[in-house]
């Protein structure tokens, strides 16, 4: 129903910046809210930042000031701009889109795309 692509990882320095993109294909009108979450090795998946289909946003405390959410819905496009980056930021980050229509609420996701930040 829809498919999730991510990019834009890569190993940065602390302080650096990179920019991740989620390109969303499929039946993209369902989708309702989307958000970005990470996870590192041996640890549970967090949520990073989410937004709404009104253009509401969420984030998580560890990243507010650094982090911004935004998406191109013209192009099914969801990005995370990532500023200041620091070592505790490496993880895999996961593109997430969720889709309600009557009682059904799904949750789908991408491959995940590895952000590195070294020290």
């Known amino acids: 129903q829809v498919q999730l692509v991510e990019s834009g990882g890569g190993l940065v320095q602390a302080g650096g910046s990179l920019r991740l993109s989620c390109v969303a294909s499929?039946?993209?009108?369902?989708?309702?809210?989307m958000g970005w979450y990470r996870q590192a090795p041996g640890q549970q998946r967090e949520l990073v930042a989410s937004t709404g289909s009104g253009g509401t946003t969420n984030y998580a405390d560890s990243v507010k000031g650094r982090f911004t959410i935004s998406r191109d819905n013209a192009n099914d496009i969801m990005y995370l701009q990532m500023n200041s980056l620091r070592p505790e930021d490496t993880a895999v980050y996961y593109c997430?889109?969720?889709?309600?229509?009557?009682?059904?609420?799904?949750?789908?996701w991408g491959q995940g795309t590895q952000v590195t930040v070294s020290s």
């Open positions: 499929g039946r993209t009108v369902d989708i309702k809210s």
């Open positions: 997430n889109a969720r889709t309600i229509w009557g009682p059904i609420r799904k949750d789908y």
